[in-house]
């Protein structure tokens, strides 16, 4: 499967069954996380069968139920620090679709996690994994008008990376990124204001990547 056509099939779910992640998959997340904390320097952590983060009352109100794996995205902490974790955090996301899994970004709906959070280091948010009860809905999404600055004749690659972009997940589904391409072909991508937008930004950039197979700066 494509990776545009696993971008259209992933939604945020937040209840999930009791039925634990196989071995073998279990292997393939672990070994993908593995190579990007070796890669980028990061410290992202899996946890498997532990409910205990999401059985505090925040969870409860954030409408979870049933979650017992869960990523915690940890890292040194940096000004681009929730970027960069946005982005890998997106790319471990759409491999554990591929792998028939369902996920969810969550950034306070849960309880303390079993990270081990070092001295430098900080946790930037969580993704609940697990196998869901449902596999959720689409977002709606603002025009691609208002994300990027939409002109006649536009590159086909860039429209690609558009389509792209406009399917990643963001918080509270606002969508506060705006995608310019330049005169001389690069592209560039801001985040708005507001909680999370940088996180955001680097889930976005990444669907971006994907879709365009060009870098966005």
Same mark, same amino acid.
């Given at each position: $499967?494509? $990776?545009? +056509?696993?971008?259209?099939?992933?939604?945020?779910?937040?209840?999930?069954?009791?039925?634990?992640?196989? *071995?073998?998959?279990?292997?393939?997340?672990?070994?993908? %996380?593995?190579?990007?904390? @070796?890669?980028?320097?990061?410290?992202? =952590?899996?946890? #498997?069968?532990?409910? @205990?983060?999401?059985?505090? @009352?925040?969870?409860?109100?954030?409408?979870?139920?049933?979650?017992?794996? #869960?990523?915690?995205?940890?890292?040194?902490?940096?000004?681009?620090?929730? +970027?960069?974790?946005? #982005?890998?955090?997106?790319?471990?996301?759409?491999?554990?679709?591929? /792998?028939? /899994?369902?996920?969810?970004?969550?950034?306070?709906?849960?309880? @303390?996690?079993?990270?081990?959070?070092?001295?430098?280091?900080?946790?930037?948010?969580?993704?609940?994994?697990?196998?869901?009860?449902?596999?959720?809905? *689409?977002?709606?999404?603002?025009? $691609?008008?208002? /994300?990027?600055?939409?002109?006649?004749?536009?590159?086909?690659?860039? %429209?690609?990376? $558009?389509?792209?972009?406009?399917?990643? *997940?963001?918080? /509270?589904?606002? =969508?506060?990124?705006?995608?310019?391409?330049?005169?001389?072909?690069?592209?560039?991508?801001?985040?708005?204001?507001?909680?999370?937008?940088?996180?955001?930004?680097?889930?976005?950039?990444?669907?971006?990547?994907?879709?365009? =197979?060009?870098?966005?700066?």
């Amino acid at each position: $499967m494509d $990776m545009l +056509e696993l971008m259209k099939q992933r939604h945020s779910v937040r209840q999930y069954e009791d039925k634990a992640i196989e *071995p073998e998959k279990r292997e393939v997340l672990d070994k993908l %996380i593995s190579d990007i904390n @070796k890669e980028k320097g990061l410290h992202i =952590q899996i946890f #498997y069968d532990e409910p @205990k983060c999401f059985e505090s @009352k925040i969870a409860h109100y954030g409408n979870f139920v049933g979650v017992k794996n #869960y990523i915690c995205l940890v890292g040194r902490k940096s000004t681009r620090l929730d +970027e960069t974790l946005g #982005y890998y955090g997106e790319k471990i996301v759409l491999k554990a679709q591929e /792998l028939g /899994l369902n996920t969810c970004w969550v950034a306070l709906s849960h309880g @303390k996690s079993n990270a081990n959070i070092g001295r430098g280091e900080k946790q930037v948010c969580i993704i609940a994994v697990g196998y869901g009860k449902s596999n959720g809905f *689409p977002h709606k999404n603002k025009s $691609m008008k208002r /994300l990027c600055n939409y002109k006649d004749a536009l590159p086909d690659w860039f %429209i690609k990376g $558009m389509d792209a972009a406009m399917l990643a *997940p963001t918080a /509270l589904n606002q =969508q506060k990124f705006f995608i310019e391409l330049q005169s001389d072909g690069t592209v560039w991508a801001r985040a708005g204001s507001g909680f999370y937008t940088k996180i955001d930004l680097g889930i976005v950039k990444y669907h971006f990547e994907i879709g365009s =197979q060009k870098r966005i700066l």
